[in-house]
């Protein structure tokens, strides 16, 4: 609350019109960033290590798309990644709905 009110109503920023939150489940991430580190010889840095800080991280961030009302998109369907084109047309769908709002 105190940031919010902070940012908009103390320093007068404008309030977005729109706030899209991709979520990838934190077991799902576990395995894309296994498999980075497999193909590219690499290691996580400490915020990718701690997957329970990951798993904190999304709940708070769930927590805050809720709150305010963010549009979610769920980039995860059935176990998969859902396609580049298939996430980029929703999140093309939710910036076309709120242009023609305004």
Avoid at 21 to 47: C, G, M, W
Avoid at 53 to 82: E, H, P
Wanted: contains cysteine; glycine residues 4%; aromatic residues 10%.
């Amino acid at each position: 609350h105190w940031l919010y009110d902070f940012e908009y109503n103390k320093l007068g920023l404008p309030r977005p019109d729109l706030t899209i939150y991709l979520d990838v489940p934190t077991d799902f991430t576990e395995k894309l960033l296994r498999h980075r580190e497999q193909d590219t010889n690499t290691s996580a840095d400490i915020h990718e290590k701690d997957m329970a800080y990951l798993a904190t991280c999304r709940q708070v961030g769930r927590q805050a798309a809720n709150f305010y009302n963010w549009s979610i998109i769920n980039c995860v369907k059935d176990g998969a990644m859902r396609s580049m084109e298939d996430i980029h047309n929703e999140i093309y769908g939710l910036v076309r709905r709120c242009l023609e709002e305004k």
